[in-house]
């Protein structure tokens, strides 16, 4: 229903889809932080290359350690108690191993 409403902009009683779709990129947390930083982003091959340029230029100048893993598509686990509320919450991952295979990367290259 909801993809429905969305395709024609049609809203139901208060539901709105565009508002909902807003909702769903506000709410998303993709990104985690605790003592690193770990994102989840959707980019380009030039922009990933430069991305990954700039990590090696700070992991050389012992600023920071990384770990990267690249796929082709991502994986969102929605808490959605209603669509009519505002509160939803959405948690993006990488569908192919995601932080998990990062993590194991930067494992792999960081002295124990």
């Given at each position: 229903l ?33 003592d690193?930083?770990?994102?989840t982003?959707?980019v ?15 992991e050389?100048?012992g ?8 796929q082709k ?23 192919a191993?995601?932080y998990?295979v ?7 290259k960081v002295?124990?």
């Open positions: 909801t993809a429905v409403t969305d395709r024609y902009g049609w809203t139901i009683g208060s539901f709105d889809p565009k508002i909902y779709k807003r909702d769903v990129a506000s709410n998303s947390d993709f990104r985690k932080f605790d690193g930083l770990k994102m982003i959707d380009d091959a030039d922009v990933l290359q430069r991305i990954e340029n700039r990590l090696k230029q700070a050389e100048a600023i920071c350690n990384y770990g990267l893993h690249r598509s991502a994986l969102m686990t929605c808490l959605v108690a209603s669509p009519l509320q505002r509160d939803h919450l959405h948690f993006i991952d990488g569908a191993g995601g998990a990062a993590a194991a990367s930067l494992k792999a002295p124990v």
